[in-house]
């Protein structure tokens, strides 16, 4: 039987590129939703997932990442199978270049124009160093508006990071979110997340509350704060402009916190769907090992390696439900780095992924397999947020996930064609179930058209040498 | 790191921007990050720098190439070096500097008796190629993470502070007698006193009943809120002050001068003690300043000297040389164990205790002139020094030929031993140094060269444009000179490599672990035969007239070179300033240099030099 489907386009056209939350009309589905909405799903947040090396395209054993049909009707390839129960919740996005760190366009090192343009369409100005203005990644750029009277600003997350010639430091090669002045460093230490995040998920009843432990901790922190905070505006004073403006740096991160206190000691009514998330025990993962990490990843930190699926998994839960305790609106996964140098036990590879991206020669096999465990990972992120009910509608579909890499490819180094996967919302806001072809634009171009998701009405993104103007068709929605 | 060329290599050599090296004397100093690339990593393009004084033609602040033909940049060779007018006072920027996470560390220890290194907690600190030591503060811009951890550490330091009463006794002998009446006295002592340490200046009676006012209002809160819970909170709203994150500096009123302000009294105390100790003041450089000391150039000096002279400037000089050479990971370097058997972690370990004792002898013991025609404790005799320091592993790791004829070491105490000199000279040939710039189990002699040319020799060599560099061709040669051949007979490559590939064809001497080999083995891939050629280990220094035949000569033409001991200078002047330079620093630059070399190139009269320049000596007004 056929059904008489409405295209969301021909209720909008006319609208221009302007994103309107339109009432479901049931036909308009796909008939792919289990459950009618009668009320438009905004989208609210944004999460990204960085991982490394790009995908393996070409190689010995072929192209292993590439789907094959049409854009609604496609099959996914050996690497991304392990998302075909959430194929209609993601878009493959094919044919965006990071033309940004680019290394044959630009001066930018080839792994770290990658990190330093992904998520902010800047480019880095030599090798080691970052751009001279720092250029503002997407997160932040949304942040205030998605994370408005919400404890965090934004939170970015960490496993495995900082590996190889890094050396556990914040530099180039492990970067990838930017405010406007500086890197943002990832929190890394799992049970450090989980005491700063659900440590007291019960919140104090605030008020002159007498012997809530909780609620007097935050009022003494607060005093503390009050105090602090007055230091720095005496000694702003005293200082000349350029003094100053490092000292407002700090002091306007130092409201934040104070912030985060008050809406801590009076948060608004919790949401059903925040539950503190099981405590995972990681003996054995030392979040900060690469410390100790040698340039060419020969330092080998087994123990830490062998935690990282448990690890990466508690962290995914955590994220999860930071969103749904409504700590933020913005949030962000980072698998380890550029350098990538660890290894995987739990995969039988007893090399680090630099290795054999090209270290140890080029190695396919191996790669692909790395490569599809993270598409496992990311099937199991999309999952548990589909799962959190949010009040007539999951995580999922008030959120936009974006999953992507430094790299087109882990042997060339390239630029053009960049694995780029996003997830998410629902057909009234971005249509997934689809592979869309952008035809070799620059991925600026991407960052936009995300950023007009979210009513961001700008048209453009990033540095002004690069073609930052929104998706044409295929676009997003 | 080296990899294959993608298939449309000649396209995207056509694309290569032909001015792309131009050697840069006098530009400022590029940190080639280990094996990012087979070239020196290329630096952000700046405004001057670390200019040779009396050298080889380079202007202060100007890009002058080597003039060699083909390269577009502005050349120039041997010209007339320029003299500045030093007469003004032009310190330069001072930018507000934040304690780095190893001070915060130190001065936690020394504030509070604190030795956990709470900062570990910090999030991990900027990295970048600007910032070498880790102390730039055009690299410290607070993350929102970074305060939330001041916060939390800050708390574990004033539970730890606060935890006892012997512990609060440490901070003021009145917390042993504490009674309901004379507690609140008691925080007001506490206070008094390790405010002014914590602040490191004096303090205004007024910030002081802001802290007691702080103390009652916690002790407020509610009856659980002991005198130690109230004692704490002072001492965290210290301890997230910018009076104790941030070196404040105010300066004094300069008679004539509106534009700079002296830096005097406990802030050159600040100053003087973050550089040579990276910590706090103690109480004595704090009563010297208090004394009016360090209110004069020749007080400065004195000071300098004295906390030179003390045994906590030792970690601070090892600290710098960590940062400078590829040494910190030795212990953790891994060679594939069927070609180098006797290698290990306990080798590379000591290797690295090697060369810091080596380096400490000559800079704080040695009074004999070592290595002529060089002063003793000079850079230029580290580079050309005739001995090093092994005990019996290290010993018989080496074998009995890297020494002087009837050497003998046992036992694990390092101990002076004289090397064989036609094997073996300087800093640059220890095993250390030389396995320290591999980064696999095979050799390079590019990434040797760079680590010369950009951390010794301050050239900035950058990764030229559009140019994926190309791994040897394994089949192509039987030593590494002959697998990077291409390097100077294709003339796009030639235009840096000439400068490079010399600097690290000398080192071909030494392998992978830090061994001496006269030929190198080579198996052919395709016939499996083995090769054993013997080594041509020529080179030769840019700037410097004259070739070596090997490694032992080329240091010695390296220690000659004015761009080596400028270079050199600037490195510890930017790890004193806390910045990078600029070309308002010329004059900064000139003084410490001439003092340098007037010095014969003594690097602790280096460092006492960099307290006498104006950068160090003043600030421009607020």
């Known amino acids: 039987m056929t059904r008489f489907k409405l295209s969301r386009r021909t209720v909008i056209r006319g609208a221009g590129t302007i994103a309107i939350a339109l009432p479901w009309l049931e036909a308009m589905g796909g008939g792919r939703r289990a459950r009618a909405q009668t009320t438009p799903v905004p989208l609210k947040r944004l999460v990204t997932v960085y991982q490394p090396g790009g995908a393996v395209r070409s190689g010995s054993i072929g192209d292993k990442y590439t789907p094959t049909g049409s854009e609604t009707s496609f099959t996914l390839s050996p690497i991304l199978a392990p998302l075909q129960p959430m194929q209609s919740r993601i878009i493959v996005a094919d044919g965006l270049n990071l033309t940004c760190g680019d290394q044959s366009k630009y001066s930018v090192e080839q792994h770290q124009g990658g990190s330093v343009g992904l998520f902010t369409g800047g480019i880095q100005q030599g090798s080691g160093n970052y751009p001279p203005k720092m250029y503002p990644s997407i997160d932040q750029v949304l942040a205030p508006k998605l994370s408005a009277g919400k404890a965090y600003g934004s939170l970015q997350l960490a496993v495995r990071w900082a590996t190889g010639k890094s050396h556990g430091k914040l530099s180039p090669m492990n970067a990838l979110y930017f405010s406007d002045t500086a890197p943002i460093p990832p929190r890394l230490d799992p049970q450090d997340i989980f005491n700063t995040l659900f440590g007291s998920i019960t919140g104090g009843t605030g008020g002159t509350g007498g012997t809530d432990p909780n ?7 607060k005093s503390i704060l009050d105090f602090v905070d007055k230091k720095y505006d005496a000694l702003k004073t005293k200082l000349g402009t350029d003094d100053r403006t490092r000292l407002d740096q700090h002091l306007s991160q130092l409201r934040d916190l104070e912030n985060r206190i008050v809406i801590t000691t009076t948060p608004p009514p919790p949401m059903s769907a925040c539950k503190q998330p099981t405590k995972v025990d990681t003996t054995g993962y030392n979040p900060t090992s690469a410390l100790n990490s040698a340039d060419d990843g020969s330092i080998k930190d087994t123990a830490t390696d062998m935690k990282i699926p448990t690890v990466g998994q508690f962290m995914m839960d955590m994220l999860v439900m930071a969103l749904a305790c409504d700590k933020t609106g913005v949030i962000s996964l980072q698998w380890t780095d550029t350098e990538a140098k660890h290894t995987f036990p739990w995969l039988n590879l007893p090399e680090h992924h630099h290795f054999y991206q090209h270290d140890g020669g080029f190695r396919p096999t191996e790669c692909t397999a790395i490569q599809t465990w993270y598409s496992q990972m990311h099937l199991a992120l999309l999952q548990k947020m589909q799962a959190i009910d949010m009040g007539g509608h999951s995580l999922l579909d008030e959120s936009v996930v974006f999953f992507g890499s430094e790299l087109a490819a882990p042997d060339s180094h390239a630029k053009n064609n960049m694995p780029v996967l996003l997830a998410g919302g629902t057909s009234a806001t971005m249509r997934t179930g689809r592979w869309i072809k952008c035809g070799g634009v620059p991925h600026n171009k991407l960052l936009t058209s995300l950023l007009n998701l979210f009513g961001d009405t700008r048209t453009s993104f990033g540095d002004s040498r690069v073609d930052s103007s929104a998706l044409k068709s295929p676009g997003l929605t | 790191m080296v990899k294959t060329a993608a298939p449309s290599g000649i396209a995207l050599l056509t694309a290569f921007a032909l001015s792309a090296c131009v050697g840069n004397i006098g530009s400022e100093h590029t940190r080639a990050t280990g094996g990012t690339s087979p070239v020196g990593t290329g630096g952000t393009p700046n405004t001057g720098g670390a200019a040779p004084i009396g050298g080889n033609g380079g202007s202060i602040s100007g890009v002058a190439g080597d003039g060699a033909a083909g390269v577009t940049g502005t050349g120039g060779t041997g ?23 190893y001070e915060y560390n130190s001065t936690i220890r020394d504030l509070l008796g604190d030795t956990t290194n709470p900062g570990g907690a910090l999030p991990a600190q900027v990295d970048s190629k600007q910032n070498l030591f880790g102390n730039d503060a055009d690299e410290q811009s607070p993350s929102s993470l970074l305060i939330e951890k001041y916060q939390t550490v800050a708390e574990s330091v004033a539970a730890r502070a606060t935890a006892s009463t012997t512990a609060l006794a440490k901070l003021h002998s009145c917390a042993s007698s504490l009674t309901t009446s004379n507690e609140a006295a008691c925080a007001r002592m506490i206070a008094t006193s390790l405010a002014p340490r914590a602040y490191r200046r004096t303090v205004a009676t007024s910030e002081i009943d802001d802290l007691v006012a702080l103390y009652t209002n ?13 004692v704490a909170a002072m001492i965290e709203a210290m301890l997230q002050s910018p009076d104790f994150l941030y070196r404040v500096e105010l300066g004094k009123a300069v008679a004539g001068n509106t534009a700079v302000k002296r830096i005097a009294g406990r802030e050159m105390a600040t100053r003087l003690s973050y550089l040579f100790w990276q910590t706090m003041p103690d ?17 400065v000096r004195q000071q300098a000297q004295k906390l030179l002279d003390d045994p906590k400037s030792h970690p601070t000089v090892a600290f710098f040389f960590d940062n400078l050479l590829p040494i910190p990971d030795l212990a953790g370097l891994t060679r594939d164990a069927a070609t180098f058997p006797k290698w290990s ?3 590379g ?3 690295r205790t090697e060369v810091q004792r080596m380096l400490e002898y000559e800079i704080y013991e040695n009074t004999a002139q070592s290595a002529p025609p060089y002063a003793p404790g000079s850079w230029p005799a580290i580079l050309t020094a005739p001995y090093t320091f092994v005990n019996q592993s290290l010993f018989s790791y080496y074998g009995s030929a890297t020494f002087a004829a009837g050497t003998s070491v046992t036992g694990t105490t390092l ?9 073996r000279l300087g800093l640059m040939t220890l095993g250390g140094m030389t396995a320290g710039s591999t980064i696999s189990s095979n050799t390079n002699p590019v990434l040797r060269g760079s680590f010369i040319i950009n951390k010794l020799m301050c050239r900035n060599v950058e990764l030229p444009v559009g140019f994926t560099p190309m791994a040897p061709d394994p089949y192509s040669g039987k030593t590494a000179r002959e697998r990077y051949s291409k390097h100077s007979s294709a003339a796009i490559c030639a235009q840096c490599h000439q400068y490079l590939d010399p600097l690290g064809f000398p080192f071909e001497n030494y392998d992978a672990v830090g061994q001496y080999r006269a030929s190198e083995k080579w198996t052919d891939p395709m016939t499996n035969t083995t090769y054993d050629t013997p080594i041509d280990a020529s080179g030769s220094v840019p700037g410097v007239s004259g070739s070596a035949k090997n490694a032992v000569e080329l240091v010695q033409l390296l220690a000659t070179s004015p761009e080596v001991g400028s270079c050199f200078a600037s490195h510890w002047i930017r790890f004193a300033y806390g910045r990078s330079l600029a070309d308002v620093d010329g004059c900064n630059q000139q003084t410490v240099v001439n003092a340098f070399k007037d010095a014969g190139y003594n690097v602790k009269q280096l460092l006492v030099a960099i307290t006498q320049s104006d950068g160090f000596l003043y600030r421009p007004a607020q």
């Open chain 1, 215 to 221: 609620a007097l901790a935050l009022m003494r922190k």
């Open chain 2, 79 to 101: 010209g007339a070096p320029v003299v500045l007018d030093c007469s003004a006072t032009a310190p330069g920027r001072s930018p507000l500097r934040r304690l780095t996470t």
């Open chain 2, 218 to 230: 916690v002790r407020a809160l509610s009856t659980t809120m002991t005198f130690g819970s109230g």
């Open chain 2, 283 to 299: 109480a004595t450089l704090f009563q010297a300043a208090d004394a009016g000391m360090l209110d004069t150039n020749d007080g």
């Open chain 2, 345 to 347: 972690s306990s080798i």
């Open chain 2, 349 to 351: 370990s000591a290797m």
């Open chain 2, 415 to 423: 101990t002076k031993v004289n090397l064989n000199t036609s094997q």
